[in-house]
């Protein structure tokens, strides 16, 4: 209980100072006891209609039908969300590290336009916070290697992640997927096929458009 209240104070510290047309806008907080007696806490956020990007890269719609996104579409969302890191590293008046960045964090409203959410492990750089070791708190596969040693929330760990994501948006798969094993990992599963074979390796409802 005490971790999830600490998560939800960052987290409601972190959104109350920053603005940006990139970050996922909060309507207001709520902290309540519902009706067993328990503490209930909740950040309410705008509606996003077009769900996350986890859904559109790798889910169907109620239909059966696959999601597809276009390259433009990706491309856009990719810069929509470097900017939103851009800000948060360095035009924030405390330098912000989100920690979980991954796809069901990325949402998405009715023009595909991304908003980076979920800030409830975020380190403010410069505050008591970030001088404690952050663990693997994060998303496996997400997570910066160097995390696994020192533990400290920086945000090469963020550009890290934002690689990862690029990688996935590219090629559609997650870097937990199953043909990622003993050796072969996201990264150096592109590295072997770049740039000759990146064709080949690219997600194949982008096929047809490239």
Known sequence: ?????????????????????NLLPILTACSTIDNNGDAFKALIYEFMPNGNLDTWLHGKFDGGTSKCLSLAQRASI??????????????????IVHCDLKPTNILLDDDMNAYLGDFGIASLLGHSSSNTSIGLKGTIGYIAPEYAQSGLASISGDVYSFGIVLL????GKRPTDPMFENEISLVNFVERNFPDHILRIVDARLQREL
């Open 168 to 171: 996935e948006i590219l090629i």
């Open 78 to 95: 990719a810069v929509g969300i470097a900017d939103a890191l851009a800000y948060l590293h360095h035009d924030c008046e405390r330098q």
């Open 1 to 21: 209980m005490k971790c999830a209240d600490k998560s939800f104070v960052t987290e409601c510290d972190v959104l109350r100072s920053i603005r940006h047309r």
